[in-house]
């Protein structure tokens, strides 16, 4: 029995997330919005102590792990309430990029990886990331990459330049993607290796400056230098050569999981818009909402929110019931029509909210410059059109 059918349906789960997040979340976001990630972290600790008495925790792990035992179709359904606010997902521990670490590890590391590593992570306890992308070639090709990993009596030694690997600043452990077999097939070169970052010859260079702001902790975005490290053969995630086949397996919830938050980050976006349009006078008694344009504007982002909801939620039924090759027509269409649905939404909500919009008194300014991202990572815009189109016009020529 899960602890959903204890009485905890999903329903349940978000109504008590969303009065966390809308009741005492609220001033964490706040402190957050104003003076950065960093500093809000002990309000953070204790939301998350809220989060599990609300049994609330890590909604995608096994009862038996202390989650919820959560469908995809469910924790997208959840992803959606967190995503409402910068702060949901961490504090309910399924945040990116550890929720897509947890799933690889479950399915493909060893039992001592797992012990070591996976068990504290699950916890909340650690951090972790993933280092894939090198600065000097292009990630929307990731089986060119020049990080290289060669045996060495029972060790790798790994030599290579990432960055953008997010939340390596006081993470744990990264993943790093390497090549262990340059001669071999372009998808089978490359191999998953767990790096404590601590090990020496692992160097944080710096938390890249993105938009204006370095950030730090789980909120930043490192660049790496991997000079001679040396780890044990054991740390090898799934086998020799299998890493792009994992990244592809994990790539494929992992952006139901963002589309989600995304649409949450839409509605929370939405329902400030409304509310501002409802309130500003443009002169006394002349609301903004009386405006045709701001109408148009509220009716074209309703549409085009329920209709990426609509899509995603199709998506992750797919990928539940065939995996990534039935749904990945449907995971590329999500990918793209989401992050522009949202990037649409926010500066609509902003253009609403004035001067008033560039502030930090809403999160949208944060979301604005943050989220902009969503249309180059894990794929960028034309990738997925392409690998969409292609894939539909094959159809047409059999
Ligand atoms: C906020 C953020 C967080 C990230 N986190 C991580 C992380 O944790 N770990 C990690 O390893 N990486 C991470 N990345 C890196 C991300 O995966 C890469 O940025 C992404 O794969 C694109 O690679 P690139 O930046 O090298 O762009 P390039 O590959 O150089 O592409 C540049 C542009 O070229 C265009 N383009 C590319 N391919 C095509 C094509 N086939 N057809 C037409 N146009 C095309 C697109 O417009 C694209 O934006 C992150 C990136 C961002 C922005």
New binding site residues.
Partial sequence: MTKLDMGNDVDAVVSRLRALLDGPGLAVEQTMLKTGWVSALPQLHQLREQVKRLHAWAPHLQPTEGGLGMSLVEFAKVSEVLGRSPIGHWIANCQA?DIGNMELMHSHASHELRTRWLTPLMAGDIRS?????EPE??????VWMSTRAVLDGGDYVINGH?W????ADGAAFTIV?AVTDPAGLPHKRATMILVPMDTPGLTLVQNIQ?MGERGGDHHS?AELLFENVRVPYANRIGHEGQGFELAQARLGPGRVHHCMRWIGICERAFDLMCRRAVQRELSPGETLGRRDTVQHWVAECRADIDAARLLVLEAARLLEKGGVMLARDQISAIKFFTANTMQKVLDRAIQVHGALGLTDATPLALWWA?ER?SR????????HK?SLGRSILKRYMQ
């Fill in positions: 990029p990331c993933f280092a894939m992308t070639h292009a990630g929307s090709n990731p990432k953008f690997t997010t939340g993607m993105v975005h943050h991202g180059i990572y894990d794929g960028p815009d034309e990738v392409q």
